[in-house]
Structure formats: structure tokens, C-alpha cells
């Protein structure tokens, strides 16, 4: 009987809890359906879950993500448009816990200091009603 191959230690959540990302579409009245070229509004949302694999993280973040759409209004609908990311949280919730990484690679010392923002840059602190 062939085994089943072993989920790499980045693939898991030792912590149980899991990290994904939900695309919804806005599609009006007037589009009724989307052709590949079609441009639309698009929200992306970020939601934390608890499961004990990735195949069950996934299963729920379809369900999660699904519920309620598509939300109907008089000038069109929010549908489900899938999910993007699913990523394992590696470490135990409790202040300051790391929850994702991002390798960049090599990067310059002017690249670098492209990255870091001041306070005023960081989106949070951008209380415009316009964004």
C-alpha cells in the first residue's frame, strides 16, 4: 500500500490556526456576467480560522467565504470570486506572535529602506474618508 507523502513543516499549523485571504467581485446590473476582460470592483479579505489540516482549512475557508454571497442590491451583487491565499500560523496566538513571513531575497540597502514606513505612511493612520 503506497504511503501518503508528508506535508512539509511550512505546509502545517502547529498552532492549529490558519491565515486566508477571500476575493469578492462587485458585477452591476447593467454587466450581468464577466467576460475575461471585464473590470470590476474587487475586496479582498483577510480571515483567521482554526483547523487541524490544510485540506480542512481550505474546506472552511471555501464555506466561510461563500456565506452570504452573492449579496444582492439594487444596483448589482458582491459574488465569490475564490480564495487567494491560505497560509498555516506556525506559532501559539498571544501578543507579538508571528503569524506570516515573506522571504524577499537579496535585497539593497536602498530596496530596504523602500519597504519601511514611516507612521504617517501606514495605511491604519489614514483616517481620509476618500480612500
Same mark, same amino acid.
Given at each position: 500500500m503506497p504511503r501518503r507523502p508528508k506535508v512539509p513543516i511550512q505546509n502545517r499549523s502547529h498552532s492549529g490556526w490558519w491565515i486566508f485571504? $477571500?476575493?469578492?467581485?462587485?458585477v452591476s446590473n447593467r454587466q450581468k456576467s464577466l467576460s475575461e476582460g471585464?473590470?470590476?470592483?474587487?475586496? $479582498?479579505?483577510?480571515?483567521?480560522i482554526r483547523a487541524r489540516s490544510r485540506d480542512e482549512a481550505y474546506r472552511?475557508? %471555501?464555506?466561510?467565504?461563500?456565506?452570504?454571497?452573492?449579496?444582492?442590491?439594487?444596483?448589482?451583487?458582491?459574488r465569490f470570486?475564490? *480564495?487567494?491565499?491560505? %497560509?498555516?500560523?506556525y $506559532?501559539?496566538? $498571544?501578543?507579538?506572535?508571528? *503569524?506570516l513571513w515573506t522571504d524577499l531575497g537579496r535585497l539593497s540597502v536602498k530596496q530596504i529602506?523602500? %519597504?519601511?514606513?514611516s507612521r504617517k505612511q501606514l495605511?491604519?493612520?489614514d483616517d481620509r474618508d476618500d480612500r
Amino acid at each position: 500500500m503506497p504511503r501518503r507523502p508528508k506535508v512539509p513543516i511550512q505546509n502545517r499549523s502547529h498552532s492549529g490556526w490558519w491565515i486566508f485571504r $477571500e476575493v469578492q467581485q462587485w458585477v452591476s446590473n447593467r454587466q450581468k456576467s464577466l467576460s475575461e476582460g471585464s473590470r470590476c470592483p474587487v475586496w $479582498e479579505n483577510t480571515r483567521l480560522i482554526r483547523a487541524r489540516s490544510r485540506d480542512e482549512a481550505y474546506r472552511k475557508a %471555501l464555506r466561510i467565504a461563500r456565506a452570504g454571497l452573492p449579496s444582492k442590491t439594487d444596483g448589482g451583487e458582491w459574488r465569490f470570486a475564490g *480564495i487567494s491565499l491560505l %497560509l498555516p500560523v506556525y $506559532e501559539d496566538l $498571544e501578543d507579538g506572535a508571528e *503569524i506570516l513571513w515573506t522571504d524577499l531575497g537579496r535585497l539593497s540597502v536602498k530596496q530596504i529602506k523602500g %519597504l519601511v514606513k514611516s507612521r504617517k505612511q501606514l495605511p491604519v493612520f489614514d483616517d481620509r474618508d476618500d480612500r
